[in-house]
Nanobody, 113 residues
Framework: VQLQASGGGLVQAGGSLRLSCTAS???????VAWYRQAPGRERELVAS???????TYADFVKGRFTISRDNPKKTAYLQMNSLKPDDTAVYYC?????????WGQGTQVTVSS
């Protein structure tokens, strides 16, 4: 299974970006998550959406980011609004089909102040 992440870039503080993650197989039964890793820091969970479409968010993105999925398109999204310089990181998508996890290649998000 291959995951292709896209949508990162450079944006000013307060701006928005939408990340996409497209899988090479059906995502209908998968759980999806976005993680991020800033330089010198550990990878951390940003948001997740399960196969039943229930969602969870890290406290630091609640109210600003929205995770969603389009199963027919085999794609998951992370809409990021009100971006802050602290959101600068490489963002990774993750999909889980029992019993394995798969990772995308990462997409860089840089937020300037």
């Amino acid at each position: 299974v291959q995951l292709q992440a896209s949508g990162g870039g450079l944006v000013q503080a307060g701006g928005s970006l939408r990340l996409s993650c497209t899988a090479s197989r059906s995502i209908f039964s998968s759980d999806v998550a976005w993680y991020r890793q800033a330089p010198g820091r550990e990878r951390e969970l940003v948001a997740s959406i399960l196969s039943d479409r229930s969602t969870t968010y890290a406290d630091f993105v609640k109210g600003r980011f929205t995770i969603s999925r389009d199963n027919p398109k085999k794609t998951a999204y992370l809409q990021m609004n009100s971006l802050k310089p602290d959101d600068t990181a490489v963002y990774y998508c993750n999909m889980y089909w029992t019993p394995r996890n798969y990772w995308g290649q990462g997409t860089q998000v840089t937020v300037s102040s």
